[in-house]
């Protein structure tokens, strides 16, 4: 803890000085989008990033994971580059050719033998998949071709199975795009583009513990949203160093606790935070002006002149500072 | 400030057509403004009643003159009632959550009872009707209707349209109960008074008409559009007394909708936009109101000040930082009161007794009667000057002002400055503070603010002057600091090379304002360290690795390469950027900030006056490379195109090995983007070494002084591959750049590879793909600001209300918590390294 010398006023604006501290570097930052070596994506960093961060976006433009393997094969890159091809999500398309019968209202698939060694997928296992997938329909096997017999009765339908299947995932990890494998300064990790934590969880050779993702929506659908306050934390500092901007951790965990305070991820825009402040004016004052006015007046709203906004326009005193001491006299 | 009133709340409502008639003075009854002896006609749009604008005239309800009344409200009788268009949505949701037989809410007990509950637990929640609409009326059992409001203000109720008095007796019939349940508070807005009856008109004084030139007189929008509201209220009255036929009364009653709707809202969707002659659109009520221009953040958040001046900024090294160079001119422009005391008296009189520079300008009696100081006036003032009173005096030396350069991206770009009256006709500052302005002085216009009352000065002083800012909240360092040649000065005077006989010692500790000479340490000479140390504390201890690290010519690390203070004495070093900024900010941690800035102030003169005294430029020969280099940077560029020809080629025979996760192209291009950045930089070790450690430029570039080792490759060896969004260029033409290409060509001259220096000039070609590069770099920091500008707007707008409450959590202003403990360890992210550099 802090000795008096050292300790942070009362009544300081630290809301405000966290603001301009993120904001100002702003101007300073590139636009550039930081190329990840191998990962065929421009990751981006900067201002777009911070930006991104700070909307709360759903998913992030180009979400990743890294990925450590367990400390037995963490210096084998021949077994993490196995766990890697482990994980890249394969479609069906991709290794086979699928078309449709629409006289015999069936779909033949076309598998190609090259690319399911190359692969070491299982034809039974695509069939079963298939056959999941269009039951109660029928499905013959034989040897690299796959004949589904889907119970339909329109080619539309029939049609729709065949995107079905064409989408049909037969290998890794549902939204894993790539992944390849880097040297870190002592082990190898895995960084893969598009991100599945719970995807991972079971994969074999992994750490589970070390897998990182730069999805802060993620983490709090699977985390919980003290992780996602972490992991919000980390990356607005992770945009701010790799600029060389510094920015007392400090203002940072105030920006994340802000966004996080009433338990799910707020963003800061006018349908965030800064959106439904509890004072009239001031939200009339930010964004959409007549909306504010005409729904205060509908509900017959009170502001009570707690914000700074509310009170600049007033012309009174802001409570902030030393603002904040009143002294009552008699006169 | 002694306050004596607060504004407590504000309740924002409807106003109902009774209140809008007893707040009303005048009943307006003509559509007209002026007569012909251009005097306002009586029930006219600027009846003297409402106010008046012209000077001489009296407010007729009031009987203040123009300019010290704000002017009273008229109204006007609406003929036909006339849907308010930023209140249909609201009155939407009644029509369609109650009957229009029964004028009750559709729903049954049961469900009436769950909304009660949903209202009453979530108070400030919209009350959201989550249930499906019935077909029938529960109370009545009729069949419903639809209703459908076809934006702005047409409603239908099963596809046909409903006339405003329809809607009015509808809403009118809703209990006040049901209205409750609707989200509406049905005490402050009833929904049928939303349905206008009668139109409020606003003072003359918010529409003012300006009197032009030519001596006509041009009304403002918001009375052009209440005349068009007026003559067409008229026409429909004359039509319904009349008799005329519905389908007449009908048009002209839509007529008048049109009319009500765009004076509330002239962007209103699906309306086409009323008019001015000329073609311009009106700027009616929502526009004044909205966006940066309108009345809320142009007139509401940021309000335009007396007591100020703006000119052009000039750097004055030789004034102290917390102090500002104002001109003469300006100082006797500007004014501070002085509050007449018994113990201030003769001071006082002395200003008003003086005719010239400085003198007092106004006294404000204590009956608040202000009397200016003239040659006429000034035995009476002087005679008559009593405690009590307050003498406005010009701008003198050690006033303390506010000075501030925009944008005010944050709070040091305004800090408080004490004046200092100079000759000249700019603001002057001390370079060193320019960093927290972002300011320079190529043109740079900054503003003054002259601080008004006793209790602003001291709030100023204490929080806002300079010294107080030298260490950033950003991040706890220094932002206050020598930059540019302060550094090189710093660092020419702590080598080891520094080595100064008497006189020059004496000058440079006087350049300082140290008037004491320290015993010489280099037999009869001074170290520059020795002079340099007489600005350090005592207590300052520390060691701190210099960025420039030379070698011995024996091979052995460099003494300098180490910074070594020890009891205030430095005993080696060459002072980096980095290290004089750790020193600074030990000097603050250790003795306060009114000892760093002292240190600054010092420390500045003494490194300018160094760095004078011992020269320092640059120039050509410092960018030229002899033969051999020359020559090493020429194979290198043959060694780099033949690579590029050869991954060309295996790229062509497709023997290129295609990089996981990149297609064949990308690989080539990556692999080529490899090897240009390789040969540049290769090229950057060669000027490095051609240069060694005593050329100018590089000295400059390693002490963080100014430029970068780049600069020094670009005009010495090559300025390298230009980049368009991280690519080599490659639009123009159909397959290449310029017309001077192959088509296809993809070697280094026909993408962007600029192999001349600065110094040897640019090939035309060269020159071309060069400003492509430029261009983006350009319309990037176009972009970066206005989008860093919007989010700081938005960063700031989300958290203003956080502050730090007497037990350390931070909360809002609704007082939810934000964090239990500020930081975590309630330290001042200020104060953040004080513990690192005082243990």
């Known amino acids: 803890m802090a000795n008096t010398k050292d300790r942070i006023a009362v009544g300081e604006a630290v809301g405000i000085v966290a603001a301009q501290s993120i904001g100002e570097p702003g101007t300073q930052m590139t636009m550039r989008t930081f190329h990840y070596a191998g990962v065929a994506e421009q990751v981006p960093t900067g201002l777009p990033r911070l930006i991104e961060l700070v909307d709360a976006r759903k998913e992030p433009k180009k979400p990743f994971m890294d990925i450590y393997l367990e400390s037995s094969a963490a210096n084998d890159e021949k077994k993490a580059k196995k766990v890697a091809a482990a994980l890249e999500c394969v479609l069906l398309e991709q290794i086979a050719s699928v078309n449709e019968d629409f006289e015999g209202k069936s779909i033949k698939i076309q598998a190609d033998a090259n690319e399911l060694g190359l692969l070491s997928v299982d034809i039974n296992d695509v069939r079963a998949k298939v056959k999941e997938l269009i039951s109660p329909g029928t499905v013959e096997c034989r040897e690299n071709t796959i004949t589904a017999k889907p119970k339909v009765n329109t080619l539309r339908a029939l049609r729709r199975f065949t995107n079905k299947i064409k989408q049909l995932q037969v290998k890794g990890v549902e939204g894993v795009r790539r992944s390849i494998v880097i040297k870190d300064k002592n082990e190898f990790f895995i960084r893969t583009a598009g991100s599945n934590i719970l995807g991972v969880k079971d994969i074999e050779g992994i750490d589970f513990k070390r897998v990182y993702t730069n999805d802060v929506k993620e983490v709090e659908r699977v985390f919980g949203i003290e992780a996602a306050r972490n992991a919000l934390v980390h990356e607005l500092d992770q945009v701010l160093t790799s600029q060389r901007l510094f920015v007392d951790i400090r203002h940072i965990m105030l920006l994340a606790d802000a966004m996080t305070m009433d338990g799910a991820i707020t963003s800061i825009g006018r349908h965030g935070l800064a959106g439904q402040k509890a004072g009239v004016l001031a939200r009339a004052a930010y964004e959409e002006t007549i909306k504010h006015l005409v729904n205060a007046a509908t509900k017959a709203e009170e502001d009570m002149l707690i914000g700074v906004t509310e009170n600049i326009i007033v012309g009174q005193t802001v409570p902030i500072g030393t603002g904040l001491v009143k002294l009552r006299m008699k006169l | 400030m002694i306050v004596t009133k607060m504004i407590d709340k504000i309740k924002f409502?409807?106003?109902?057509?009774?209140?809008?008639?007893?707040?009303?003075v005048v009943k307006i009854t003509v559509p007209d403004t002026y007569n012909d002896d251009s005097y306002p006609i009586d029930g006219g749009l600027v009846d003297p009643r409402m106010g008046v604008i012209d000077p001489g005239l009296k407010d007729k309800t009031s009987g203040g003159k123009a300019g010290t009344s704000p002017g009273h409200f008229g109204h006007i009788e609406l003929v036909r009632p006339v849907i308010h268009p930023e209140f249909s949505k609201m009155m939407l949701h009644v029509l369609q959550n109650t009957s229009p037989f029964s004028k009750q809410l559709l729903w049954n007990e049961e469900q009436v009872e769950k909304i009660r509950k949903d209202a009453l637990e979530n108070p400030d929640m919209e009350v959201k009707i989550k249930l499906k609409r019935p077909t029938h009326c529960p109370h009545t059992g009729e069949k419903l209707p639809e209703i459908k409001l076809l934006k702005p203000t047409t409603f239908y109720k099963n596809k046909e349209i409903m006339l405003p008095t329809e809607i009015r007796e509808w809403l009118a019939g809703v209990s006040d109960e049901d209205i409750k349940l609707l989200g509406i508070d049905p005490e402050y807005s009833r929904p049928e008074w939303a349905v206008l009856t009668c139109l409020l008109v606003p003072p003359v004084s918010v529409r003012p008409s300006i009197t032009l030139e030519t001596g006509d007189r041009s009304e403002d929008d918001l009375t052009h559009k209440l005349v068009d509201i007026m003559r067409i209220n008229q026409r429909l009255e004359a039509n319904i007394n009349a008799g005329a036929p519905q389908l007449i009364i009908e048009d002209l009653w839509e007529l008048l909708q049109y009319h009500i709707t765009t004076y509330f809202n002239n962007e209103t969707a699906n309306i086409p936009p009323a008019r001015h002659r000329s073609g311009r659109p009106l700027k009616t009520l929502a526009a004044r109101l909205k966006g940066k221009e309108g009345r809320f953040r142009y007139n509401l958040s940021g309000k335009r000040v007396n007591f100020s001046a703006r000119t052009v900024v000039s750097p004055d090294p030789l004034i102290s930082i917390d102090e500002v160079g104002v001109p003469l001119e300006i100082a006797e422009e500007m004014t501070v009161p002085m509050y007449v005391s018994s113990w201030n008296m003769d001071y006082c009189k002395k200003f008003i007794s003086s005719d010239v520079y400085p003198r007092a300008e106004y006294v404000i009696r204590p009956d608040s009667r202000r009397v200016?100081?003239?040659?006429?006036?000034?035995?009476?003032?002087?005679?008559?000057?009593?405690?009590?009173?307050?003498?406005?005096?010009?701008?003198?030396?050690?006033?303390?002002?506010?000075?501030?350069?925009?944008?005010?991206?944050?709070?040091?770009?305004?800090?408080?400055?004490?004046?200092?009256?100079?000759?000249?006709?700019?603001?002057?500052l001390n370079p060193i503070v320019c960093a927290p302005y972002n300011a320079d002085f190529d043109g740079d216009e900054m503003n003054l603010h002259v601080i008004q009352s006793e209790e602003a000065k001291v709030e100023a002083e204490m929080l806002m002057k300079v010294h107080g800012q030298i260490i950033s909240p950003r991040h706890g360092h220094a932002i206050i600091k020598p930059q540019e040649d302060y550094v090189t000065g710093g660092f020419f005077i702590t080598r080891s090379e520094a080595i100064f006989g008497k006189d020059e010692a004496c000058q440079i500790l006087a350049s300082a304002g140290i008037t004491r000479l320290p015993a010489p340490d280099k037999k009869d000479n001074w170290s520059g360290r020795i002079l340099f140390s007489m600005l350090l504390p005592k207590e300052l201890n520390c060691t701190i690795k210099s960025k420039f690290r030379r070698k011995m010519p024996d091979g052995s690390e460099h003494p300098d390469n180490e910074i070594i203070i020890k009891n205030g004495i430095m005993l080696s070093g060459g002072l980096d950027d980095k290290a004089a900024d750790e020193v600074l900010e030990r000097i603050i941690h250790l003795k306060g900030t009114e000892a760093g800035r002292e240190f600054l102030d010092r420390a500045g003169k003494m490194e300018l006056h160094a760095i004078t005294m011992i020269g320092f430029s640059v120039s050509l020969a410092n960018y030229s490379l002899d033969a051999t280099n020359s020559k090493h940077i020429d194979k290198l560029q043959d060694t780099m195109r033949r690579e590029i020809e050869s991954v060309i080629t295996q790229y062509k025979n497709k023997t290129l090995e295609r990089l996981p996760g990149r297609t064949l192209k990308e690989t080539l291009e990556d692999k080529i983007m490899d090897i240009t950045s390789k040969t540049r930089n290769a090229g950057g070790n060669v000027v490095e070494k051609a240069m060694g450690t005593d050329n100018t430029s590089i000295i400059m570039a390693r002490i963080g002084a100014r430029g970068s080792i780049l600069n020094a490759i670009q005009m010495a060896a090559m300025v390298g591959q230009q980049a368009i969004r991280n690519k080599r260029p490659n639009r123009g033409y159909s397959g290449r750049v310029l017309p001077h290409y192959k088509r296809g060509d993809k070697g280094a001259d026909a993408k962007g590879f600029v192999f001349n220096s600065f110094r040897k000039g640019l090939s035309a070609t060269e020159f071309f793909q060069h400003s492509m590069g430029g261009r983006e770099s350009l319309v990037n920091t176009a972009i970066r600001t206005a989008r860093s500008g919007y989010m700081q707007r938005r960063l700031i707008n989300a958290l203003q209300d956080m502050i730090v409450m007497p037990d350390y959590s931070v909360r809002d202003s609704s007082l939810s918590f934000v964090q239990f403990v500020y930081g975590g360890d309630k330290v001042d992210p200020m104060m953040a390294n004080s513990k690192k550099h005082t243990s």
């Open chain 2, 372 to 428: 200016r100081v003239s040659e006429l006036t000034r035995q009476e003032v002087l005679d008559t000057l009593a405690v009590g009173s307050i003498v406005e005096r010009q701008l003198i030396d050690g006033d303390t002002v506010l000075f501030n350069r925009q944008p005010s991206l944050h709070r040091i770009s305004i800090m408080c400055h004490s004046v200092k009256v100079l000759p000249g006709k700019t603001l002057r």
């Open chain 2, 13 to 24: 409502s409807l106003f109902s057509p009774e209140m809008v008639r007893k707040m009303s």
